[in-house]
């Protein structure tokens, strides 16, 4: 089955600075990759996602970078605010099995 | 759109009882529900897939007997934790699937906190 693996498992950046998260996965039939936003006690929140046929998405101060090739893709945050600060989950999942594998979570934290 | 509402949100009962926890998509229809759990400070981890007017599929290691799972409407699916243990204390997620111009989006419930006793 899908495995995705998430790097780093804590960032700590100064507010304004830019962060990077990146996931790998295994299976070459994953074609969905969103990204979500989980705060402490909360339900995860869909931030952005990219899907098979574009490789790069970006909404505002978020980017999403896809490479199949070598089965990998990154969340990038620029200008980050101490709002940003939670834990982000990448996750992957295909046409033919819809449930999403969750990569291990990032704990961002923005200093101000 | 795409709202997701999950009851209860907290729940303490003692080990031996069953816990019940729905899951409901409240502004549109959903075929399939997914249900998660989640420990602290880890990942969420799918337990089982729930689709309507059928069978749930389970993910491996976890037992059908003990999380049985019913979606008996395109806006309503059920979890019951069964003769709950304190091992069974978890973050329990429901997520609903909202497909829309061939595109499938997850949407997550806000989570059950179940603490077994």
């Known amino acids: 089955g899908e495995n995705v693996e998430q790097h780093p498992s804590t960032l700590s950046v100064q507010e304004g600075d830019s962060a990077v998260i990146k996931c790998t996965y295994s299976?070459?039939?994953?074609?969905?990759f969103p990204w979500y936003k989980q705060e402490l006690g909360k339900r995860p929140q869909l931030i952005i996602d990219?899907?098979?046929?574009?490789g790069e998405k970006k909404d505002q101060r978020i980017a999403v970078t896809l490479n199949k090739t070598a089965k990998h893709f990154s969340l990038h945050i620029t200008e980050t605010q101490p709002e940003d600060s939670a834990v982000y989950f990448c996750?992957?999942?295909?046409?033919?099995?819809?449930?999403?594998?969750f990569g291990s979570g990032t704990r961002l934290q923005v200093q101000p | 759109g795409a709202v997701v509402s999950q009851h209860p949100s907290r729940v303490i009962c003692k080990s031996g009882t069953s816990v019940k926890i729905e899951c409901r998509s409240l502004?549109?229809?959903?075929?399939?529900m997914f249900w998660y759990r989640q420990f602290p400070k880890q990942s969420l981890m799918l337990m089982a897939t729930?689709?309507?007017?059928?069978?749930?599929?389970?993910e491996q290691g976890v037992e059908k007997d003990k999380f049985l799972i019913n979606h008996a409407s395109l806006t309503l699916s059920t979890l019951t934790v069964t003769s709950a243990h304190p091992e069974d204390s978890s973050f329990y997620i429901c997520?609903?699937?909202?497909?829309?111009?061939?595109?499938?989006?997850?949407?997550f419930g806000p989570g059950t906190r179940l603490t077994v006793l």
């Open positions: 997520s609903a699937s909202l497909q829309r111009g061939g595109r499938d989006t997850q949407y």
């Open positions: 299976d070459s039939a994953s074609n969905y």
């Open positions: 990219i899907r098979s046929n574009v």
């Open positions: 996750a992957a999942s295909h046409t033919g099995r819809r449930a999403l594998t």
């Open positions: 502004d549109f229809q959903a075929t399939t």
């Open positions: 729930s689709n309507e007017g059928s069978k749930a599929t389970y």
